[in-house]
């Protein structure tokens, strides 16, 4: 089934999401349970790890947040292997066409966001064929300093907010009501034993990598901005 991102205008990333108000949540939680990645760490409950999630757009790109219930937060060491610890993994296939057969993968975009050592990260894990850029001239692989990032923990919640605008970051993306594109997201979790099982938009018992045909559709609607 669809999900739907509100126009909400202007939105200052630094993890209050004073400018989400309005928009369309989507709760994750017991029924939303990722690929198990180790059988001896199980999940516990909506205190263990649940989560809300909105998408926002305006047309200067596309906004994710996601609020985590998470009592125990445990990152990774570096921002390249944080999918190992407490993060957040986002895909999206701009085009919208992956299929099983045929996963059309040039366009899909994947960013793995962290809180390491007090810092957020948006690494780019997955880009668009031939947008090269940064200083090496890349196309992925890289802590992407054109994604405004902001991670902050208290207690035991985990705010995300992210910020892709669209030309550095998102050149395959329509930006304009009732367009769409293909979405996903992975929120990690690690208690400090290991990475064990998350959420997910992908079917119960699978994950979005690889599997670009697994994406939801992302729809974008009129909001605050229109």
Known sequence: RPLFAKALGNIIVDGNLNEWVGAEWVELGENNLSKNFNANLRHQGALDLSAKLAVAWSPQGLAVAVVVTDDRHHTAEAPALAWQGDSIQIYLDPLNDATAENANRQDDVEYLCSLIGGESYAWLAKGVEGNYRGNAN???????????CKIVRTGTTTVYELFLPHKPCLPGVELSPDAACGFSILINDDDGDGRKVGLTLAPPGTEPYGAPHLQRDLILVKGTEE
């Open 138 to 148: 890349q196309v992925e692989g890289f802590r992407d300093v054109d994604a405004s």
